[in-house]
């Protein structure tokens, strides 16, 4: 989901991009921690590149190989209501409390449903902050507006974990109030997997915690989306795919991964947007157009003119009406094939994924709708339709989004039904603490941080 942001908001937020101290410590509960200063250097590059030299140099000093190991992790996605949205789990406090969140890879934020908030919040779980000993209030107010609804509440921190990391203090918000259904059970809030710099708590996000302090055996994440839109036998909720922490999985795509760079800097994941075809035809691209990638988004949003040209290709299709403003029909007899490029490989959206809805026996509703953004925002908005048909990376170092083909055994996943994962917080780092080599890794790999802690601030002190 994009936030709706003012452009004067970004640029008031602070150059220094790092908040309060934060921990970091293995969920196998190791007392190691990596702990950031105030003062900082003024960008995450600087100091991704200065933890980089200092990372070497200690390789090089103790060469160990195993040093070079950090984690990985996974959790399991659930496809919620045939593929309008994709949620994953993590847990937050002391004791920790699981939560469902939605994967939203086009906001900052990570908020979850307040023990305070009433009916709003339907009936999902909901976070108490008097149950947890970690909680840290911050007390001060948040607020977003998504295009499809908005959350308030206060900004707070608490140890979060998920996919097997934990992180100490780790900002979010506890929402009490919630528009209209923004939360379906069993989801109780949203988890913003783009850059802090577009957060409306000014917190940095979880991802971006853990790639920036070399948590991570690669700095980067990763995503595979099921697809149930065309299953007639599908349940409210399926297997949803799986978002990979710190690595990719060769099993789930072939080829290479066609990286494209973030054209500027990181603030939602968006990338040029440079050809798109439909039926074959081109549709014309304004140079210097971006799209946002946007998980959080179940079809595809562009400027009205691009998609009424798109819709233009399509013979009988015509600008849908009412609650489907906005939305085109077409004849549900037409197999439409739509590709897209951002400068690298083509890649196609299946006809199932363009065939949103049908709203009669021949009438169908597109994936693709209007949609206006600010001035300084991405003009596209690249949801789900797309990303059921690719495996996508969101890369922090240099921040870049790649994109590969799926590879049967991801597509093989698609409708295959099965057991619905339940919270998945820390099954790797469970798996990884009970191996021999494990411990001597997080050792290893937590000391380098202890180290690399020292060497910075002696670097700070100069
Ligand atoms: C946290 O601070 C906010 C703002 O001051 C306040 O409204 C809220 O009740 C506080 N929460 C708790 C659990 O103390
Ligand atoms: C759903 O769509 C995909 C991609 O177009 C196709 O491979 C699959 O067979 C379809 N499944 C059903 C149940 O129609
Ligand atoms: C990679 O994906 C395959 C197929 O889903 C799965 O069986 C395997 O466990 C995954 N491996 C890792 C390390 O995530
Ligand atoms: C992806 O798969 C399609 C269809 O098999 C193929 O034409 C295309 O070249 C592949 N793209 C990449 C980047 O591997
Ligand atoms: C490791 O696994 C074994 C066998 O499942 C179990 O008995 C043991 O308690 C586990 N150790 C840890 C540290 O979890």
Request: aromatic share 10%; hydrophobic share 40%; charged share 10%.
């Amino acid at each position: 989901m994009i936030p709706l942001i003012f452009l004067a908001s970004l640029l008031a937020l602070p150059v220094d991009t790092f908040g309060a101290p934060t921990d970091i410590v293995p969920v196998s509960g190791q007392t190691i921690s990596l702990v950031r200063r105030n003062q900082a250097p003024r960008d995450v590059t600087e100091w991704g590149t200065l933890a980089k030299s200092q990372r070497n140099n200690l390789l090089a000093k103790y060469g160990s190989p195993k040093a070079q190991k950090r984690s990985t992790g996974y959790n399991l996605i659930v496809d919620q209501l045939y593929d309008s949205s994709y949620y994953g789990s993590l847990a937050i406090g002391t004791p920790a409390m699981s939560f469902n969140v939605i994967l939203d890879t086009g906001s900052s934020d990570l908020w979850v449903a307040s023990s305070s908030c009433g009916s709003s919040c339907g009936t999902s779980a909901t976070y108490n902050p008097s149950s947890s000993s970690t909680f840290q209030n911050l007390s001060t107010s948040f607020d977003i507006v998504y295009g499809s609804g908005s959350a308030a509440g206060y900004v707070a921190q608490d140890t979060v974990q998920m996919a097997g990391f934990s992180v100490s203090s780790q900002g979010f918000a506890v929402v009490d109030e919630v528009s209209t259904g923004m939360l379906t059970s069993p989801v109780s809030g949203l988890l913003g997997l783009a850059w802090q710099s577009i957060a409306s708590s000014g917190q940095m996000p979880l991802w971006q915690t853990l790639a920036s302090s070399n948590s991570w055996d690669s700095a980067l994440f990763a995503v595979q989306l099921t697809r149930y839109t065309n299953d007639t036998t599908a349940q409210d909720l399926e297997p949803g795919g799986v978002l990979n922490m710190g690595y990719t999985n060769s099993s789930l795509y072939t080829g290479s991964i066609d990286y494209i760079d973030i054209p500027g800097t990181p603030s939602y994941w968006y990338i040029p947007l440079t050809s798109l075809t439909v039926q074959g035809s081109s549709i014309s691209i304004t140079s210097g157009t971006t799209a946002a990638i946007d998980t959080g988004t179940t079809n595809i949003a562009g400027p009205a003119s691009s998609v009424a040209a798109i819709y233009a290709q399509i013979p009988n299709s015509q600008p849908a009406t009412g609650e489907w403003e906005g939305y085109y029909s077409f004849p549900c007899s037409t197999t439409v094939n739509v590709e897209l490029s951002f400068g690298g490989a083509t890649w196609s959206i299946s006809p199932a994924d363009f065939s949103f809805a049908q709203t009669s026996s021949t009438e169908c509703i597109g994936a693709f709708f209007e949609a206006s953004t600010g001035t300084g925002s991405p003009s596209w908005i690249i949801g789900d339709a797309f990303l059921k048909n690719v495996y996508s990376v969101f890369r922090y170092n240099p921040a870049s989004i790649g994109f590969a083909n799926l590879s049967s055994v991801a597509i093989a996943e698609n409708g295959a039904g099965g057991t619905v994962p339940s919270a998945t917080i820390g099954v790797v780092s469970a798996a990884v603490t009970n191996t021999s080599d494990a411990p001597r890794t997080h050792v290893l790999s937590a000391s380098l941080s202890t180290l690399l802690f020292l060497a910075f601030s002696a670097v700070l002190l100069l």
